[in-house]
């Protein structure tokens, strides 16, 4: 059964296009936590936050510096990762091996 999952920006509530759906709904399947993903050829920015970093979070091509500040309010005291810098090219699916691991390393630091 095909599921069309609804992207939609955080700020204006744009849609993306279809080629930025595609693309947005292939990042849906991988495991990150606290990362920024371009999603082209729309330039979305996608907040993939889990656990204490909330929800996935997206912005389309016109908004993406202001989900960065939205996700800086928001999470912006617990680490780095809120404050990264593009470009975030997605760079294929990540193992779960290296997710689990991550797990690992967040539960030993709280
Ligand atoms: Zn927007």
Known sequence: MPVTVVFKCEIC????????QV???RQLL???????????????????????????RYACGDHRGELKALVREHY?????????????????RRGTDRARALARTLRSTF
Request: proline letters at 11%.
């Open 13 to 20: 509530g744009a849609r993306p296009d279809l080629a930025t």
């Open 23 to 25: 693309a947005l709904e």
């Open 30 to 56: 991988d495991l990150r936590h606290g990362e920024y993903v371009d999603a082209e050829p729309g330039r979305w920015l996608t907040w993939h936050g889990r656990g204490m970093y909330g929800p996935q």
């Open 76 to 92: 912006g005291t617990l680490g780095w990762h809120p404050w990264a810098s593009g470009p975030h090219p997605w760079a294929g």
